[in-house]
């Protein structure tokens, strides 16, 4: 990776987008340091804090931190990730978008993300008002905000920063390297690795945290980042023979090829939906008083705590379904098939139609099973781990692994891939 970052800096192309997304991060960086008016940053930060265990945990490690200050850049990229999730699935269910995606061209995939930013809009405002409301039901708020206007400052405060984030994202991929919203998100997720090894820094020193459960923890966090390293690129080749064909005086077809099926097709959205899911009963629980010691109410919360083990069953099994579910939208054996038999291909040993879409679904069937398994121990072993040091904070580890581990390797291909079309066309010239 290093290499890679360091042949892509000799280049002056490369160098001025790398330049020019550093620079988009830097801003990013800069908007979440920058605290929204009327709000006790010190109150709001205790209670996210305790309420680690919960979606607003994953909301503030997803933003960086900023979620915990309310910063302009609270909200940060859940808004549009949600709007982006939720316009996928209503392309799949509406014949109009469906008909849109697949058969509009560059003007109807223009036309889906205008869509997805409005989308992102409304989700920021129905996120900001919920926030407002969170802030005022716990008293966060100064004292000296004055009602209603404190109520719109904070609100668009968060509109308006949500919607700067999507602007950000969208001209890191135009302008610059990779994925915009994923580096972003990246960003934030890396800018809490240092407080995070303070604070076992800090455990280590006033003697709360041992030696062995700090190097759990590493050891942990390193064996994640092989395994996601490894599982990343690994897919299933199934070969394809292609038949020969004559056009005109010219023979086509006749060569081998495969059809790549990625082990992890869904990456890490399983993992967020079903830690969404799981971690419901908790937040809504969090929004209540404490029940007593002892009684019915607080059994089931202690049984549905992100700590407990049925919450690691349940979680797991929920990834493992959010996973076949994923699967079967982005890979359509039926298209597949009918797509292989258009172009005059085969499977070899598979007649085209119905067996060769059987044989396509089983093995998308198996492939899933071991993806849907890889990304239930990617996120069970910090919950594993945070139960044996007891540490609330791993919770939500294995998430933040595998999005930042996932957003660098993307990052790498796609500097690559640059610098061998620039070596392509210095050929041509």
């Known amino acids: 990776m290093i290499q890679t970052i360091r042949k892509a800096w000799g280049i002056p192309e490369l160098r001025k987008k790398i330049v020019f997304t550093a620079l988009i991060l830097l801003i990013f960086r800069i ?47 859940q808004p549009y990730i949600n709007s982006s999730i939720i316009i996928q699935l209503l392309t799949m269910a509406i014949p109009a978008l469906e008909r849109l995606a697949r058969d509009g061209g560059e003007e109807g995939k223009k036309k889906i993300q205008s869509i997805t930013r409005y989308a992102t809009i409304a989700i920021a405002i129905l996120q900001g008002w919920g926030y407002y409301m969170l802030m005022k039901n716990y008293g966060i708020l100064s004292e000296t905000a004055p009602g209603f206007w404190a109520a719109l400052v904070i609100i668009v405060s968060f509109i308006a920063g949500s919607a700067f984030v999507m602007w950000m994202g969208e001209q890191i991929t135009e302008f610059g390297i990779g994925n915009g919203i994923s580096m972003i998100l990246f960003a934030g997720i890396l800018s809490r690795v240092p407080s995070m090894v303070s604070q076992i820094v800090a455990g280590l020193r006033a003697g709360t945290l041992a030696w062995w459960m700090a190097a759990l923890i590493v050891v942990g966090v390193l064996a994640l ?128 139609g119905k067996p060769t879409t059987d044989f396509i679904r089983k093995v998308l069937n198996k492939v899933t099973l071991f993806g849907a398994i890889y990304l ?52 041509l010239e």
């Open 31 to 77: 908007g979440n340091a920058i605290p929204t008016p009327y709000v006790n940053v010190k109150a709001l930060g205790d209670t996210i804090n305790a309420m680690s265990t919960t979606i607003l945990g994953l909301y503030n490690v997803m933003s960086g931190g900023a979620f915990a200050n309310a910063t302009l850049f609270a909200l940060g990229v």
């Open 225 to 352: 980042i092989v395994l996601i390293t490894w599982v990343n690129g690994a897919e299933r080749r199934i070969p394809v023979q292609y038949a020969k064909r004559q056009v005109g005086r010219k023979m086509y077809g006749g060569q081998s090829s495969t059809l790549p099926m990625k082990v992890n097709m869904s990456g890490v959205l399983p993992i967020i939906f079903a830690q969404s899911i799981a971690m419901l009963p908790a937040t809504i629980g969090a929004f209540f008083k404490a029940p007593a010691e002892g009684t019915f109410w607080h059994g089931l919360l202690q049984a549905i705590d992100s700590k407990s083990v049925l919450y690691m069953i349940v979680y797991f099994l929920m990834i493992i379904g959010f996973s076949y579910f994923y699967s079967t939208i982005q890979f359509n054996p039926v298209e597949i098939s009918n797509n292989l038999k258009k172009n005059g291909g085969f499977i070899p040993g598979f007649r085209p």
């Open 376 to 427: 239930g121990i990617v996120a069970i072993l910090p919950l594993v781990i945070g139960k044996v040091v007891n540490s609330a904070s791993l919770s939500i580890g294995g998430t933040s692994v595998i999005i930042v581990v996932g957003v660098a390797l993307e990052t790498v291909q796609a500097l690559e891939s640059q610098m061998l079309m620039r070596q392509y066309k210095g050929f």
